[in-house]
């Protein structure tokens, strides 16, 4: 248990589809991450939000939507996704962004998402 | 460009000793991280190296050379349990930490 809860862990859908993920952390930190990873590739960072702002987007397709309510809760809705977005997505946090504690990431157990 | 080498996999015995060794090449240097992660599972932080020289933590040590570029982590009394993959990552100099593709640890009986 890290603290980071992630739903679903499992998530099947058709290209056409509009679905979301969700992350939890019940730690008190203060920046937020969504991570793509793929087998045997390092992981690729697509979001960042620090005390609910965004502070980078990796040059992510417009298919991914990140949402960040509160400093607790982020979201990523998906659309019209490809098949080549099917991957292991994690979400982490850390105590601050942008400096030596935000390499201090805890993860949450990941969502599996399948593009059919 | 950015980049960091590790091995893709290793295998080591039970009760053994392995080193894991990552080399890196990044635009400034905030740091050096090494994370463990089970298959299906998440990444677990295990050790971070800012200043040259080794950091030991119970059974598992991470060295630093930042001159080199070099980093290892070293697993002592290996364990069943130790089988993961381990992943270095290095904080640039804008805070953004570069991952490796991480190494495969395989631990035979």
């Known amino acids: 248990e890290t603290g980071v809860t992630q739903t679903p862990r499992h998530l099947v859908m058709g290209m056409t589809n509009k679905k979301s993920l969700k992350c939890e952390q019940h730690?008190?930190?203060?920046?937020m991450y969504w991570y793509k990873q793929s087998a045997k590739k390092p992981l690729e960072l697509m979001f960042v939000?620090?005390?609910?702002?965004?502070?980078e987007n990796n040059s992510v397709p417009s298919r991914f939507s990140p949402e960040c309510p509160n400093s607790s809760h982020l979201f990523l809705h998906l659309h019209t996704l490809q098949p080549e977005d099917s991957a292991l997505y994690l979400c982490?946090?850390?105590?601050?962004?942008?400096?030596?504690?935000?390499?201090?990431?805890?993860f949450g157990e990941g969502s599996r998402l399948t593009v059919l | 460009g950015q980049n960091i080498d590790q091995p893709t996999e290793m295998t080591a015995t039970e009760g053994a000793i392995v080193q894991i060794n990552c080399t890196y090449q990044?635009?400034?240097?905030?740091?050096l991280f090494w994370y463990q992660q089970h298959a299906g599972e998440a990444p677990t932080f295990l050790s971070y190296?800012?200043l040259d020289g080794l950091e030991e933590k119970g059974r598992f040590s991470s060295f630093l050379s930042r001159s080199k570029g070099y980093s290892y982590l070293l697993l002592k009394e290996l364990q069943m349990k130790d089988s993961a993959s381990y992943l270095c990552?290095?904080?640039?100099?804008?805070?953004?930490?570069?991952w490796g593709a991480g190494t495969k640890l395989i631990i035979k009986p």
């Open positions: 982490a946090s850390s105590q601050e962004w942008a400096s030596g504690s935000g390499g201090e990431l805890f």
């Open positions: 730690l008190g930190h203060n920046a």
């Open positions: 939000y620090s005390l609910e702002e965004r502070v």
């Open positions: 990044t635009s400034g240097f905030n740091g």
């Open positions: 190296n800012v």
């Open positions: 990552a290095v904080m640039d100099s804008n805070y953004q930490l570069i």
